[in-house]
């Protein structure tokens, strides 16, 4: 049952790595388009940085803690028995 809920928790953090990936690049071609007076989306990347992009940094960080401390936790639990 650890396993697969690691598993699936794996999972999800290296979707929302590409997410997060894919917005940070998004954001810097968007500011350098902008920059030159090519429109590539910054206002688009603007109105989806607070429903998706700010939420899946937070997931980002939430899961990788969590990632850790159920590591820890088996660990520990692993040398005791």
Known sequence: MKETI????NRLL??????VFLGFFWF???VIGRSVGVPLGLDIWYKLWL?????????LFLGAILSWGISKISQKLDSNT
């Open 6 to 9: 690691l598993t699936w928790l």
């Open 51 to 59: 429903p998706l992009f700010n939420p899946a940094i937070g997931i």
């Open 28 to 30: 810097v071609a968007a």
């Open 14 to 19: 290296v979707a929302d790595v590409f997410l």
